[in-house]
């Protein structure tokens, strides 16, 4: 059985408790595919993969999601993206020495990134103090100061696949509260249901359908499952995009190139695609009838 790649919301019938199951496949292999990377960087990138769906769709919103981390480690920066809840891409840059003995992210700073296509840029910025935390707890923490918000988050990955499980606990009002049995009722049902979720194992997530896996973990919990939400490997560059690029270094600049070289290549470090562009295509580019052409 294929588990294609999908992020599925579900909530406990019961309990004031949310949950997100992401199951990435294809779009791991996908973003691996694109660089050699050292075998220890290659989980890291389908965690982050899994995380910034399961976030994107946590959020429900139009734009992009994106976790980037910088660190003191092997690994210099880590990002993974989610756009419109679909489409994601990851990248990893690394010291040209790699060695899995030292610390791989080390100390940094992990920025959470949100942008709608309306509406402002939210950014939450977590300090990594600590190397040995994994993403899971990073993100648990941060739901827990920034948002408190009581989150547990669950990530695998190894060089193939990933995923990832969440449960929030719901803000309830109080006259909520005091019908579902009040807060030690809270209490009980949420920390059942964390030992439940606890149990998961990297081949229940990789290989069954959610609703089994859902079934597996919590089959006394009445479980609403939405339906899940497929998601794949894209990327967003584009020729136009690529232009921008030249334009953002400058005429003086692009032009000497061209002098140079003959050609300017713009190469994307997601998917590998490169964009060449010929003495001609620089001048359009800063000629201002170019203007509409762009963006
Ligand atoms: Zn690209």
């Known amino acids: 059985m294929t588990v294609l790649d999908n992020t599925t919301r579900f909530l406990f019938a019961d309990s004031a408790v949310r949950g997100e199951l992401t199951q990435l496949d294809r779009s791991v292999s996908e973003v691996l595919s694109k660089h050699h990377y050292p075998a220890a960087i290659q989980p890291l ?19 992009t999601l994106s976790l980037q981390v ?45 942008e709608p296509k309306q509406g402002h840029r939210y950014q939450g910025v977590v300090e990594i103090n600590d190397s040995d935390l994994g993403l899971a707890q990073v993100l648990e923490g941060y739901f827990q100061r920034s ?8 990530l695998f990955a190894d060089q193939h696949k990933a995923g990832g499980l969440m449960l929030q ?10 019908l579902t049995g009040g807060d030690d009722e809270d209490d009980d049902s949420w920390s059942r249901l964390v030992i439940l979720a606890s149990t998961l194992k990297p081949e ?13 973990l919590f089959h006394e919990e009445p479980v609403r499952l939405y339906p899940p939400r497929p998601l794949e490997f894209e990327c ?14 400058g005429a003086p600049e692009a032009l000497a190139l061209i002098e140079e070289l003959g050609h300017i290549d713009i190469d994307c470090q997601f998917c590998h695609e490169r964009y060449i562009f010929g003495a001609d295509d620089v001048q359009r580019l800063f000629s201002p009838s170019a203007d509409d052409t762009l963006n």
Request: net charge negative; glycine share 8%; hydrophobic share 40%.
């Open 169 to 178: 606990a719901m803000p309830q009002s109080a006259s909520e509260s005091s």
């Open 236 to 249: 967003t560059c584009s020729a136009d995009r690529s232009g921008n690029a030249i334009i953002t270094l």
């Open 70 to 114: 910088r660190g003191s480690g092997q690994v210099r920066s880590l990002m993974a993206e989610c756009r419109d809840n679909r489409a994601l891409r990851a990248l990893a840059q690394y010291n040209d020495d790699f060695d899995d003995r030292g610390p791989i992210l080390g100390e940094g700073q992990m920025a959470i990134t949100i």
């Open 45 to 63: 990138l389908g965690e982050f993969m899994a995380a910034a769906a399961m976030l994107s769709d946590t959020i429900k919103f139009e734009g």
């Open 204 to 216: 229940e997530i990789f290989g069954l359908e959610a609703e089994t896996v859902l079934h597996r």
């Open 147 to 154: 948002e408190q918000i009581r989150t547990r988050i669950w």
